[in-house]
């Protein structure tokens, strides 16, 4: 079956850095676009960036200029680079695949990775 594993959470300052690694099983990894999702508490889960199966790159307006997405196929696995972290992000940050085959539509996430953002 699918799985999403994401790891790299934790405690970081203001300003700080963090690199958050899913590793994707269960899958042909390279032909799917993946994405970082994130959720604080009290709010909805929201699109943190997203890459096609061919490297193309989006983000949202709140963390353009400060997170990098990537991927590297031989490992299935994508990263999230996140530099000039603020309070604001602090959030559990979730890994994310879409699979559209014939029959339907399958979303899968992994378990959430923990960010904190401290002043």
């Known amino acids: 079956q699918v799985q999403l594993v994401e790891s790299g959470g934790g405690l970081v300052q203001d300003g700080g850095s963090l690199r958050l690694s899913c590793a994707a099983s269960g899958i042909i990894f390279s032909i799917y676009a993946m994405a970082w999702y994130r959720q604080a508490p009290g709010k909805q889960r929201e699109l943190v960036a997203n890459?096609?199966?061919?490297?193309?790159?989006d983000y949202a307006d709140s963390v353009k200029g400060r997170f990098t997405i990537s991927r590297d196929n031989a490992k299935n696995t994508v990263y999230l680079q996140m530099n000039s972290l603020k309070l604001e992000d602090t959030a559990v940050y979730y890994c994310?695949?879409?699979?559209?085959?014939?029959?339907?539509?399958?979303?899968?996430w992994g378990q959430g990775t923990q960010v904190t953002v401290s002043s």
């Open positions: 890459i096609t199966s061919g490297g193309t790159t």
């Open positions: 994310n695949v879409v699979r559209v085959v014939t029959g339907g539509r399958f979303v899968y």
